[in-house]
């Protein structure tokens, strides 16, 4: 398999707090990969630096084999096709959830052609074709407001799909959702990955291991190990430092 993003050496210098301390991991095309370890273990501020909200202190981020995502100012990187939802949704909860998606295509065209616009009966289709796959057909002309916290999230993550990304970052997806939330989380997780890399940090074991098709354990700022869900359950170093403790 083919990578779409490789780290190499990288490093993060918080004023003399080292975050990172030389990360070299790949992540394949396709695959639905997840980042797991302690608290404090770097994997958010990994996030942070492929999408530039952190700038990294030494190393290289390549993307789709050829572009240096280090060196590209945030929208670029958004541009190229990576993508990142927060843990706090952050939707415009008077609007519909149609709405929402609409203002996410137009955004991807510049600013200018959201006051212009109008859109095209292809674009619409696209739009409602998300609103299924992220199972928000019947609720697309209800307030967001009024959706439901698993609604939300799924809404958040269709604005970031309407990008047509190749890479979708995603921060501990499942927080706060109940048992059928998570599980549909799961499917349109493996529905994405058809047509999108999903690069996600979670620490619920379950979750990871019902829907990871491989798995990366950080520790202290550097990757400890990788491998399928099994590999890693039976690794002593991760049972040590990770899931002998957590579960
Ligand atoms: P994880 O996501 O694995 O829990 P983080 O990437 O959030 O870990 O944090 C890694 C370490 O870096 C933690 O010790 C955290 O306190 C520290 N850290 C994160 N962001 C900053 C920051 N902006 N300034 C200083 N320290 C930070």
Not at 109 to 115: A, R
Not at 182 to 204: A, F, N, P, W, Y
Not at 208 to 228: A, D, F, P, Q
């Amino acid at each position: 398999m083919q990578e779409i993003l490789s780290c190499r050496n990288v490093m993060v210098d918080f004023s003399g707090f080292k975050a990172l301390q030389g990360v070299n991991l790949d992540v394949k095309k396709g695959e639905i990969l997840f980042l797991i370890g302690p608290n404090g273990a770097g994997k958010t501020t990994l996030l942070d630096v492929i999408c530039k909200k952190t700038k990294l202190t030494a190393g290289t981020v390549l993307f789709d084999g050829k572009i240096s995502l280090e060196k590209l100012p945030e929208y670029k990187i958004v541009h190229e096709g990576v993508v990142r939802k927060f843990q706090a949704p952050s939707i415009f909860i008077h609007l519909t959830p149609f709405e929402n998606l609409e203002i996410a295509m137009k955004q991807k065209k510049g600013l200018f052609s959201i006051l212009l616009a109008k859109m095209s009966r292809l674009e619409k289709e696209k739009i409602d074709s998300l609103l299924n796959k992220i199972g928000l057909f019947d609720v697309r002309n209800e307030t967001a407001s009024s959706l439901s916290h698993g609604q939300k999230q799924w809404l958040e993550i269709g604005m970031q799909l309407i990008q047509e990304p190749k890479l979708l970052l995603l921060d501990e997806p499942i927080a706060g959702m109940s048992g059928l939330e998570r599980t549909k989380t799961g499917e349109l997780m493996q529905e994405i990955s058809q047509i999108c890399t999903v690069l996600v940090v979670e620490h619920d074991m379950d979750f990871v291991r019902k829907y990871s098709t491989r798995v990366i354990v950080m520790h202290e700022g550097k990757v400890l190990s990788e491998g399928t869900m099994q590999e890693i359950q039976e690794n002593e170093e991760v049972k040590n430092v990770y899931l002998g403790r957590s579960g």
